[in-house]
C-alpha cells in the first residue's frame, strides 16, 4: 500500500537536507512536465521490501555480485532462496540488471525459480523481476517477456504481497515496448486484471496495485485503438466504479488507482455511452459531492487531491456527452454545484491547477442546463463564483464563463445577477490585461444589457462610461445608442 | 435574444491552440456549427457570439499539466500535500487599454488612477491631456475654436485657470501674469503653456524617447490654454520619474518596447480613424478616453 511521503527530517543515513529535497523535487517536476510535452509520461513503481523505508532505498553497488550470484544460483540445490534475497537486493541497482539479463539463461533460470515448487523462491523470484521491471533501461521490458505468461496466471492467486508484485512487475513493464503491450493483450491481461480485482475486491493492497496496472496499460501507444475497446467491453469500468466509494475504511489508494483509469477512459474517448449506462457520471460526482464536503470541512486525508482530480475529470468529459435532459437523472445530486464552487476555493491557495480545473467542470454543468443554472442563483454561489474573478491563469475566464451561462438562460437570471453586483465586477474585468477576459466580459455585459433596460442604466449610473476605455478590438463593436 | 445552440467542442490534442501565448485559454477552433453563427452574425452586425459551450478535453491538454505532474509526482513517491510546495494562484493583473498606451498594473486602483490622470480628458483635436474637464473646456476654447478666436480679438476672452476666480484677460500672457500675482502660480505651469511655444515643444519633444503621439504641429493657431504632454506615453515617462522606487522594471521595459514599436502605422491609423466618429456627450463617453471636441477641426492632420 502506498503511503504518502510528508516532508519529513531523517534522523541519519542518507541525510538529505530539506533543500535538497525540494530541490529534487523541483528538478524531477521539470522533468515530468517535459517528459509530458514529449508524450513521454510514464512512471513506474517499485514495491519495497517491508524491512525497508521508501525514501532510504539503498542502491548496493554489486555488478560482480551478480554474476556470482547466478552461477551459484544455477548449481546450488539448496538454499536458494537466500541467494535469490542477495540477488535481488543486487539487482536495485541499474548496471547489475544490466549485466544481469545479458548472462545467458539467466531470464530462463528465473522463470524457473517463479515456478518452483517451494513458495519462498517464488517469492524471491518475483521481487527480482520486480527490480528488473523498475529498471531505467527499457530494454529490460522484453527481456522480462518470458515471465509474463505465469505472472498473468498468478493474478488469480491469493496471496497478496505476490500477487501485488507480480501486478507492480506487469505494470512496469507494459509502457515500455510495443512488444510487450501485444503480447500482454494477447496473453489475456484484460481478463486477467477484470477477474483480479472482482476475486480481490476486499483486498486493498492488491485492488490498488490491479488499478495501477490497468493504468499503465491504458498509457500505452495506440491505447485508444488496441486496448481501451477491450477494456470496455470487459467488466472492467463496472469494477472500477465500485472501487469509488466514499466508505472511509476502503482506503485512498485504490480509488485514486481506479480514478485516474476511468479517467484515461473518458479522456481518451468520444463515446461515452457505455460509461454513462452503467452509470459513470452518477457514481463519480456523488463521491466529489462526498469528498467536496469532506475538504471543505478540512476532513480529509492527506493525498485527497488525488482521488478528486481524476474524478473532476471523469465528470467534466462525461458531461460533455450527456444529453442535457439525461442530466438529472444521471447527477444524483444538484447540490454537485455547492460542492463544486467550494471546491475552487479549497483548492485556490494550495492547487490551483485544481481549482481551474473545477471551473471547467462547472462550465460543463451549467453550460445547457437551466435548472443547474437556477440552482448556482438558488445556493447563492454567484458572488462566491465573482470573488473568483481576480484570478488569472485560465481560473477567472473559465468563471466568467460559467456566469455567462447562467445569463445566457434568462433574462430573469441576468436581472438577479445585476442585483447580486456582476455589473461592477464587470466593471473591473473589463480593464484587465487578458484579452479573453475583456472579450469575455463584454459577451456578458452585452447580455445583461440587452436583458433589460434598467440594467443598461444601472450600468451607465456606476459611473462605468467615464472609465470605461475601449480596446481597438471592441470599438467597432460598440454602439450603444 | 438569447441563442440556443448546443455545440460541442472538440479540443485539440495538446496544448497547440497557436494563437493565445499564453496558458490561459487553449481552446480549439469552434465547430462549423458556430463558424456559421459568427458568420451569420457578423453580417447582420452583431459581434456578440457567446453561447454557451461544453468543454471537451482530451488527455493530453495543456489544461491537465498540472495535475497529470501531481499524480506522477505521486507514483514517483515525491508527492506533498503540503501547500508551502505548490504555486500561489496568480492575480489578473489590468491593463490599459487605450489604442497605444500599453501599460499594465497589478491592481484596478493604480489603473484607475492612471487612467483618470492621462486619458480620461482627452482633447480629441489634439490628443492632448487634460487633468480635469474644465482645464479641457477651457483648451478646446482657446485652442480650436474659431468663434474665440474671432472673439478674442474685440473681448476679454482668456479665463483664469483657477475654478471660481472668473476673471478674463485680453491676452494669454495677461492671464499667466494674474496667475503668478494673484494666484500665486509657478511661472512655468504645465497647464498654461503658450500655444505659440512651438520650438520649446519640439526640442522637449526631441528629449523624450516616444514618438508615438504624433500630436499636431499645426493645430496650434491661437493662443492659448496649452497642456502638458504631447502623449500619453510621455506622460508616463515623467510620471515614472516621480514615482516611487518600486516601479517595476517589468513596467519601464513595457514602455520601452512600446517606443520601440509604436510607430507602426497600424497603431497610427487606427487610432486616428477612430478619434473622430463621434460626438460624443459629456457624461457618456465610449471613445478613446473621454474624447470630446469638434468635429471637422481646422488643422486637422491628415
Known sequence: ?????????????????????????????????????????VSKRLLLNEDEEQDQMEITPGEQDVVSLFHTLQHSGTDKEAYLRTLSKALRNPSAQLTFIKLENSMHLLVGLLTSSDARCRLQAVRCLHELSHSPHTSMASACLPATPYLLTYLSGQSTKFTELCLYTLGNICPDSEVVKERLLAQGIIPALASCIQNQRHNLAVVEAAGFTLFQLLQTKDAVQKVIPMVLASSLPSQLLSVLTPDPEFGLAPAIECAWCLHSLTSSTVDHRELLAQGALTQCSSLLVSLGGAVVDGNTDQGVELLVCPLLRCVGNLLSSCPVEALSSQLADVHLVAALCELVFAFLHTFPALARE??????????????????????????????????????????????????HKKKEFCFRLAELGLLSALAATLKMANQDMVTLSLEVLFMMIVSSPQIAEQFVRQGNSGTFPVTRSNTRTFNIK | MMLQSDVVQFMAVGGGQAHNSNKEEGFSEATEQQEEMRRRQSEEGNPFTFSPQLLRLHRDHELFEDGDVLRHMYLQDLFISEAEEQPAPSVSEFACHISGCRVVFSTLDEYEHHYNSLHRHVCCSCRRSLP???????????????????????????????????????TSQERKDHLIRVHKYPPDFRFDKNRKEKGTRETRREQRTDTAMEAADDVCRSEGVCEVMCSVQSNQLEQEDSMEAHASSEEAARIEDFSASAQTSEAGTEALKLKYTYRVPKTVCFGQGSVRGFRGQRGRRK
Open chain 2, 132 to 170: 480635469s474637464a474644465r482645464l479641457l473646456d477651457i483648451h478646446i476654447q482657446e485652442w480650436h475654436d474659431s468663434l474665440f478666436t474671432i472673439l478674442a480679438q474685440k473681448q476679454d476672452m482668456y479665463l483664469c485657470l483657477v475654478e471660481g476666480c472668473g476673471e478674463k484677460f485680453r
Open chain 1, 1 to 41: 500500500m502506498w503511503r504518502l511521503n510528508k516532508v519529513r527530517h531523517k534522523a541519519g543515513g542518507h541525510a538529505n537536507t530539506l533543500e535538497e529535497l525540494r530541490l529534487r523535487r523541483r528538478e524531477k517536476e521539470r522533468a515530468l512536465r517535459q517528459a509530458r510535452r514529449d508524450r513521454q509520461l
Open chain 1, 358 to 407: 473545477t471551473a471547467w467542470v462547472l462550465n460543463n454543468l451549467t453550460a445547457h442546463s437551466t435548472e443547474l443554472c437556477s440552482a448556482l442563483l438558488t445556493f447563492n454561489l454567484a458572488p462566491r463564483l465573482m470573488e473568483l474573478l481576480p484570478f488569472s491563469q485560465g481560473i477567472n475566464t473559465m468563471v466568467l464563463r460559467v456566469l455567462a451561462n447562467v445569463a
